[in-house]
């Protein structure tokens, strides 16, 4: 075999082994049988016995709402984290710093799950959408100063020193030049932020409480007594959520881009 005949049949195993069963997930999710295993006809009414199983639209309504919380506050985090170790150098406690950033990456999540769980036991607040959100923004954060990170380290400083030297205040130079520039990395950043908040389970186990059950752990607790075709049918619309907002950022981040592009043609002609 040639090695680009195998390198392709490589490639086409791994993504069949990695989206297949996805694929079968969204497809039973259409199955007109009750069992899961036994493909019984196209139907759209386990889609309408979902909008009557309260306790799964309670579940994906708290993931949706701690998902777009902790990836704002954790991008907004994550994105000055990342021009703190970028911008200011070796400053005092850099590493210390650094260190508790980066932590979430490489710590299990059980511990990190269980450490969240005695701090919020040690300071008095009780379980619930609180500390789930603070801890969903704890281990998003570190992706996004990653991302962002990388963005910085490449971005020419040029503009931000012309636009200073032309007295534009640092604040004002922050958002009118450097934010607009490195806005794709934020917005990846806060993509893969939300993504991870809505698909955890061991940390918001330890982290939540009474109402502010998310949908995996809702999910987890269901699957154990069996795979329902709601779960499928639910799981299907995550998927479509996931899908469509990828394309839409894929999407806006591709036009900021090509009228970047345009707009330094546009400078470097009638220069």
Not at 183 to 206: E, K, Q, Y
Not at 245 to 268: C, F, M, N, P
């Amino acid at each position: 075999m040639k090695p680009g005949k195998f390198d392709a049949t490589v490639l086409t195993i791994g993504f069949a082994f990695l989206y297949l069963p996805i694929v079968i997930l969204v497809i039973y999710s259409f199955n007109e049988s009750k069992l899961v295993t036994v493909w019984g006809g196209f139907s759209l009414k386990w889609y309408g016995a979902l909008w009557q199983n309260q306790g799964l639209l309670d579940a994906a309504w708290v993931t949706i709402r701690v998902g777009l919380l902790s990836a704002t506050l954790g991008t907004v985090l994550g994105t000055l984290a990342a021009l703190a170790l970028v911008r200011y150098g070796r400053f005092p406690g850099r590493v210390l710093f650094s260190g508790m950033v980066y932590a979430p990456l490489v710590m299990p999540e059980v511990i990190t799950g269980l450490s969240l769980l005695l701090l919020f036991v040690a300071v008095g607040l009780d379980r619930g959408m609180l500390t789930l959100t603070l801890a969903h923004i704890t281990f998003t954060m570190c992706y996004v100063a990653i991302v962002v990170q990388s963005r910085l380290l490449t971005f020419d400083r040029s503009l931000e020193e012309a636009a200073l030297d032309l007295g534009c205040p640092p604040v004002k130079t922050f958002f009118r030049i450097t934010l607009p520039l490195i806005m794709p990395a934020v917005v990846s950043g806060w993509m893969l932020a939300f993504t991870l908040s809505l698909d955890d389970l061991v940390i918001s186990s330890f982290t939540t409480g009474p109402g502010a059950t998310t949908l995996p752990i809702k999910i987890y607790s269901q699957v154990r007594l069996g795979v329902t075709p709601e779960i499928n049918a639910v799981c299907t619309i995550l998927i479509g959520i996931v899908t469509i907002g990828v394309i839409i950022a894929s999407i806006t981040t591709k036009q900021r881009e090509l009228q970047r592009l345009r707009d330094e043609h546009v400078a470097a002609t009638q220069a």
